[in-house]
């Protein structure tokens, strides 16, 4: 079992910044990957970057350049920093992890950009 825990959401003006966080715990040492993942009402989740533990990194053309996922040294706590906001970034964000088959979200953090 794997619990994911985020924090850092809340309210800002577009062009100013966040940053969240992703705390993993219980059986961490099988995880390869944590990615995070995002959703508006009446949509789909969207996936949006994700970090290997060896520290390979990928993120969505949405975000590219203005997103960037990190990883705590020795621990498998996951970082989002978000620069440059636009309203379009408005979401619930998710942290999701897999061990096997098994797939692990958090209850997700509110992302809120007003115009």
């Known amino acids: 079992q794997v619990q994911l825990v985020e924090s850092g959401g809340g309210l800002v003006q577009a062009g100013g910044s966040l940053r969240l966080s992703c705390a993993a715990s219980?059986?961490?040492?099988?995880?390869?990957?944590i990615a995070w993942f995002r959703q508006v009402p009446e949509k789909e989740r969207e996936w949006v970057a994700t970090?290997?533990?060896?520290?390979?990194?990928a993120y969505a053309d949405s975000v590219k350049g203005r997103f960037t996922i990190s990883r705590d040294n020795g621990s498998y706590n996951v970082r989002l920093q978000m620069n440059s906001l636009k309203p379009e970034d408005t979401a619930v964000y998710y942290c999701?992890?897999?061990?096997?088959?098994?797939?692990?979200w958090g209850q997700g953090t509110q992302v809120t950009v007003s115009s």
């Open positions: 999701r992890t897999y061990v096997g088959r098994d797939v692990y």
């Open positions: 219980g059986s961490v040492s099988s995880i390869k990957s």
């Open positions: 970090i290997t533990v060896g520290g390979g990194t």
